[in-house]
């Protein structure tokens, strides 16, 4: 009988593996295998362990690592939103993205926080992103998965990779249909 901690090693090691680039290319026989090149879930997958590599850096640096940042790949092109301090740190993020392995792309559409935060205005962000995230996962027209939501001072940003301009445009329609919404920053990008 096999443990539930030799399960939760085994897992381990295949994410460590997996996030590291170190998975074995052969078949059970041990025979090396040709990488499959048009497979749209390896696609979704090798963008998944792009996104948790950048995210892992990103969590790990000192000087950006308390920052909300939404990180979105598609096709290796990382789009990198939400609110930074100041421009350092945006040039410091993006820096240290394109030395992630499998980053074909950076791109940058962070914003420079403006003014200080006060409780209240968290609060109410708080509020205004799970209300237009509730609202995209009502929708049937957008998958609320592909787009990320950053609010700072009712200041709406949009990200993602969007699979057409329908998806996009209904978005921002709901988006701007919630309340506490001051201004809406279109991020989002129509898959090519």
Do not use: W
């Not at 059970?28 to 048009?38: I, K, N, R, T």
């Not at 968290?122 to 049937?140: E, F, H, M, N, W």
Request: hydrophobic share 40%; charged share 20%; with cysteine.
């Amino acid at each position: 009988m096999i443990k539930a901690t030799n399960y939760l090693s085994f897992a381990g090691v295949l994410a460590l593996c997996i996030l590291t680039g170190n998975v074995a290319s052969q078949n059970l026989s041990g025979q090396p295998v040709a990488p499959v090149e048009d497979s749209s879930v390896g696609k979704v997958i090798d963008d998944s362990v792009v996104t948790t590599r950048v995210k892992a850096l990103l969590i790990s640096d000192e000087a950006v690592k308390s920052l909300l940042i939404n990180i979105t790949t598609y096709k290796g092109n990382v789009m990198l939103s939400g609110f930074a301090e100041n421009q350092a740190q945006v040039d410091r993020m993006i820096l240290a993205t394109q030395g992630v392995p499998g980053v074909k792309k950076v791109t940058d559409k962070l914003s420079i926080k403006e003014g200080t935060q006060t409780i209240g205005n968290k609060v109410d962000d708080s509020v205004i992103t799970v209300s237009i995230k509730s609202a995209l996962l009502g929708d049937p027209e957008v998958r609320s998965l592909d787009v990320s939501v950053s609010t700072r001072k009712g200041e709406v940003q949009l990200s993602g990779f969007l699979d057409n301009a329908l998806q996009l445009n209904r978005a921002i329609e709901l988006a701007n249909g919630v309340k506490g919404v001051s201004k809406l920053i279109n991020h989002m990008v129509i898959k090519e």
